[in-house]
């Protein structure tokens, strides 16, 4: 980080991923690039699960996975040696996401709640989930800067997916909040 060509950002984990890709093939660009293929295949593979864990449709995450694989704005983060930070922030983003969704899966299995379900009284395999979620979050936030935002789409998921929140009772509470000024 203290080199004058760095882009002065942490990111130990892919880092760690082209230093194994050096030990194996050294210098020579093929391994690299096939490492990035496999990653995004492997990427489109669990984009296809949460899409379907969300949805529920076979079509929906099948037609979703396909656009996914083969959309031209993943052709840099693929194709580029170093767009491997962004497919591995993909990856974790994607695993964290899907631990949060099977935490509320594995609750709802065990007893219906409408409390936030990974407390203490649900037993060990939702705490699993949670720290699935901490460890995959912080993972992605270790390929790349912009992994943190998946603690966002996990509130928007919870907000609008699972309370059934709609947009225009936001609304009415911050028309609310403004009243009160």
Not at 20 to 33: Q, R, S
Not at 75 to 85: P, S
Request: proline share 3%; aromatic share 10%.
């Amino acid at each position: 980080m203290t080199h004058s060509g760095s882009h002065k950002s942490y990111r130990p984990i892919c880092v760690l991923t082209f230093r194994f890709n050096y030990a194996i093939h050294g210098l020579e660009p093929l391994g690299y690039h096939l490492v990035n293929v496999l990653c995004h295949a492997l990427v489109t593979a669990l984009y296809v699960t949460v899409t379907y864990r969300i949805a529920g449709r076979v079509l929906v995450a099948t037609l979703s996975g396909i656009l996914f694989a083969c959309h031209p704005i993943h052709t840099e983060a693929v194709a580029g040696i170093v767009g491997r930070a962004d497919v591995l922030a993909c990856l974790f983003f994607l695993l964290a996401l899907l631990c949060y969704v099977d935490c509320y899966k594995a609750v709802n299995q065990s007893q219906q709640v409408d409390v936030w379900p990974c407390t203490v009284s649900h037993g060990v395999r939702s705490w699993t989930h949670v720290f699935g979620v901490a460890f995959c979050s912080t993972a992605a936030m270790l390929c790349k800067e912009h992994g943190i935002t998946v603690l966002l789409v996990c509130v928007v998921y919870d907000l609008f997916l699972i309370k059934s929140v709609r947009p225009k009772s936001l609304l009415r509470l911050s028309q609310v909040r403004h009243t009160f000024k």
